[in-house]
């Protein structure tokens, strides 16, 4: 779609974000992993299971390891080697599964940092020109405390998703359905209804939030209720546009993900083997946020394609010696 490749132009043409936004993600799990490092050190000491865990797996000690683990140790499992922690999380989603104390405050620090930068980011993709550092930053702290106040309403929706919802379709209807069923395959793929539904309902709800925001910023809205209105309006004029876009644009994710299931490695040695490892999960991740960018960007390029006028997302005053005026003034 057009939407999608003029998204995928405005996030190349500003690479700035992509690193910068990759930098601060990592140094947000930059601590996590220290503290992991330290009580792995600690399990293992100069013993010699420290020698066969840097050379491949042991078994053994992992055992041992994940007996005695509390707190963030408790994530330090074998589902965390290459595709398996991609898909660990998914299941995570869909299953509605609590995470260890300091995950979870890790993941609402993440949550943060996103509402502060979506601002400036999706501000930058709808001028499509080269913003300034201080005019990012300024875009950013303007919607930040407007999306403090959508997050809210996220909260209380997602809230009734992975509570009250889920709990009736996964602990109620589905028990129910298949209290008298024989036949295990049946249930199976009724279970297996269920999760498409769900991400359906999950999908369809990121779906609004994420016009919410992008009609917020494009048109400088204050009021988030007035956004999540004329977002869901627009969502319901277009829906053809709109969900098509979004399935493409979550493609290009299955096919990152693909990407990193056929390279992602494994428990493999010490030396080149780790750092090739590291190299490979780095690049996914580059290449799972620039999916999230070239969402945003897609979705602001529909949305300004079929509704936005000039005015919505004027670009800033011209100041000088930026001005097209100073080309004109006759010099002597």
């Not at 707190?71 to 074998?78: D, E, I, N, Q, S």
């Amino acid at each position: 779609m057009k939407a999608v490749r003029d998204g995928a132009g405005r996030v190349n043409e500003a690479p700035a974000v992509l690193v910068g936004v990759l930098v601060l993600t990592s140094l947000l799990a930059l601590p996590l992993g220290l503290v992991l490092r330290g009580m792995l050190a600690d399990s293992l000491g100069a013993s010699l299971a420290a020698n066969t865990a840097a050379s491949g797996v042991n078994p053994e000690w992992w055992t041992m390891f994940a007996s005695q683990a509390s707190g963030l140790a408790v994530t330090f499992t074998p589902r965390i080697i290459g595709l398996g922690a991609v898909l660990s999380n998914i299941s995570a989603v869909l299953d509605a599964r609590g995470q260890a104390l300091v995950v979870t405050g890790a993941a609402v620090a993440y949550v943060l940092l996103w509402t502060f930068l979506v601002g400036g980011i999706v501000d930058r993709y709808a001028r499509s020109r080269p913003t300034r550092t201080a005019a990012f930053f300024s875009a950013c702290g303007v919607y930040f405390f407007r999306f403090l106040r959508l997050a809210v309403f996220a909260a209380l929706g997602y809230l009734f998703l992975f509570g009250a919802l889920h709990r009736w379709m996964f602990d109620v209807f589905y028990p129910w359905a298949t209290h008298d069923w024989t036949v295990e395959r049946n249930a199976f793929f009724l279970r297996l209804a269920l999760y498409v539904l769900f991400g359906g309902v999950l999908l369809a709800f990121n779906l609004w939030l994420d016009y919410t925001k992008v009609r917020a910023v494009v048109e400088d809205r204050r009021s988030m209720i007035g956004a999540l209105v004329a977002a869901l309006r627009f969502i319901r004029r277009n829906p053809g546009q709109v969900v098509g876009l979004y399935l493409v644009d979550s493609l290009l994710f299955v096919v990152v993900l693909a990407v990193y299931g056929a390279v992602a490695p494994g428990a493999g040695g010490a030396g080149w083997e780790m750092w090739l490892g590291f190299a490979v999960s780095e690049l996914y991740l580059l290449g799972r946020v620039w999916v999230k960018l070239v969402f945003y960007a897609s979705e602001v390029s529909l949305f300004q394609a079929l509704l936005a006028h000039a005015s919505y997302a004027a670009a800033p005053l011209p100041v000088w010696p930026e001005s097209p005026a100073a080309e004109a003034i006759d010099r002597p």
